[in-house]
């Protein structure tokens, strides 16, 4: 695994943004379901999160269309809990309310993940990490497997008290970001060698994954059902991906390695914006901690 990446150690995702048709639909699915918490709620616009902290924002923009199904944009958001329990209780109350939506599960090494679809189609992933120590790499490359694992075993041995009384149990953020784009080749140049991420699994022409700071990736692009897509139009679905970074000086230090490599940036005063090659918007902003 490098560690010559230019984005610091601890840059993490931030809130994505998604534009809905059904706002009181997907407010529900995100609080009632994934037991995120209504933080703020302005006119057309809803943050849910948890513990302070934002995870995902509903902008209602019902005069856009739904995306194609071959288009690039989100492949799936992935909600990371700290605890199992926590996991447990989230994936019982979506499957409460909305019991089709459930599309799978996996034991991927790194994590236990389970795969949801929200009411307007855009993917959900909702897992949780095994320490860090427990990870292999082997010639820079993280191990990740698709192994099976079992929703109703993993409910019976890790759903407590609280999660069977419906309770948001522990704490949740964006863990990774997975999007659909036009070919991988083009991912990879933009997101290791221009953002500066580094690549720690490659599966030849068909995904890329990548992270900073030795994690098992921030964010991932695939070819499964996009290859050869295009720029996006503005759709419903993903709207903004946010990245964090933990200073204003390395949000600067980005931006100027973006002006560098002939990246347009738009500077709002509190973040800066950009797109990637399939014109997904991609938002700079410093970490809470480092604003507070």
Request: proline residues 4%; aromatic residues 8%; negative net charge.
């Amino acid at each position: 695994m490098s560690t010559s990446t230019p984005l610091a150690a601890d840059t993490a995702m931030g809130a994505v943004t998604l534009n809905v048709a059904d706002l009181d639909a997907m407010t529900s699915y995100y609080r009632d379901g994934v037991g995120l918490a209504v933080m703020e709620q302005t006119g057309p616009r809803v943050t849910l999160g948890r513990s302070g902290r934002p995870v995902v924002v509903l902008v209602h923009t019902p005069e856009l269309r739904h995306a194609g199904p071959r288009e690039a944009g989100l492949f799936h958001t992935a909600i990371v809990f700290d605890t199992e329990a926590a996991l447990a209780a989230a994936v019982y109350s979506v499957a409460r309310l909305r019991p089709a939506s459930f599309t799978g599960s996996s034991d991927h090494l790194v994590s236990k993940a389970f795969y949801f679809d929200d009411p307007e189609g855009n993917g959900v992933e909702l897992y949780w990490d095994r320490d860090r120590t427990t990870w292999s790499w082997i010639h820079g490359q993280v191990e990740m497997s698709t192994l099976f694992l079992d929703p109703n075993a993993y409910l019976r041995e890790h759903l407590d008290e609280r999660g069977l009384a419906g309770e948001a149990v522990g704490d949740a953020r964006v863990g990774h970001i997975h999007l659909s784009v036009g070919d991988v080749a083009t991912a990879r140049d933009f997101y290791a060698t221009t953002l500066g991420f580094d690549v720690t699994l490659a599966l030849g022409d068909q995904a890329v994954f990548v992270s900073a700071g030795g994690y098992h990736h921030h964010m991932a692009m695939n070819v499964w059902n996009s290859r050869g897509a295009g720029r996006r139009q503005r759709t419903l679905g993903l709207g903004r991906v946010d990245l964090e970074l933990p200073t204003s000086d390395d949000a600067g230090a980005l931006a100027e390695r973006l002006r560098h490599y002939r990246v347009p940036v738009r500077d709002d005063g509190g973040s800066v914006h950009f797109e990637d090659p399939w014109a997904n918007d991609v938002s700079l902003t410093v970490a809470p901690s480092a604003t507070s």
